[in-house]
C-alpha cells in the first residue's frame, strides 16, 4: 500500500521560510514523478510544482516561481517543497502526491495517491 507522509508545515510570518517534507513508501519511489498541491481555505486544490522521476525535470505554477523549489532525494524516497519569501496567500493546507508515471504533470489526474496534508500559515 503506497503511503505519503507530509511534515514541515507551521505558522511562519510573512518573508519567512519552511521547507516541506514527504516521505513516501510502499512503491519504487524513484521510478515516479512526484508533485505538490496546495488548497486554501474555501477555494479548490491547485497545483503547486512537480518533479519528474529523475529530479531533472519541475515545474511551478507562476505565482511560486523564484520562491519555491521542490527537490527529491530517492536514496531516501522523500521529495521536498523549499518555500522561501513566503507570502499570506501562500497559506494552505499543503499535499504531496505521486504520479501515475515517471513524468511530471500539472493536473491532478495525472496523480494516483495523496498524503493527508500538512498546514502553512503565513501571518501578515
Known amino acids: 500500500q503506497v503511503q505519503l507522509v507530509e511534515s514541515g508545515g507551521g505558522l511562519v510570518q510573512a518573508g519567512g521560510s519552511l521547507r516541506l517534507s514527504c516521505a513516501a513508501s510502499?512503491?519504487?519511489?524513484?521510478?515516479?514523478?512526484m508533485g505538490w498541491f496546495r488548497q486554501a481555505p474555501g477555494k479548490e486544490r491547485e497545483f503547486v510544482a512537480t518533479?519528474?522521476?529523475?529530479?531533472?525535470?519541475?515545474y511551478y505554477t507562476d505565482s511560486v516561481k523564484g520562491r519555491f523549489t521542490i527537490s527529491r532525494d530517492n536514496a531516501k524516497n522523500t521529495v521536498y517543497l523549499q518555500m522561501n519569501s513566503l507570502k499570506p496567500e501562500d497559506t494552505a493546507v499543503y499535499y504531496c502526491?505521486?504520479?501515475?508515471?515517471?513524468?511530471?504533470?500539472?493536473?491532478?489526474?495525472?496523480?494516483?495517491?495523496w498524503g493527508q496534508g500538512t498546514r502553512v500559515t503565513v501571518s501578515s
Open positions: 518533479i519528474k522521476w529523475s529530479g531533472n525535470t519541475t
Open positions: 502526491a505521486s504520479a501515475r508515471t515517471d513524468y511530471a504533470y500539472y493536473q491532478e489526474y495525472g496523480y494516483d495517491y
Open positions: 510502499g512503491r519504487t519511489f524513484s521510478s515516479y514523478g
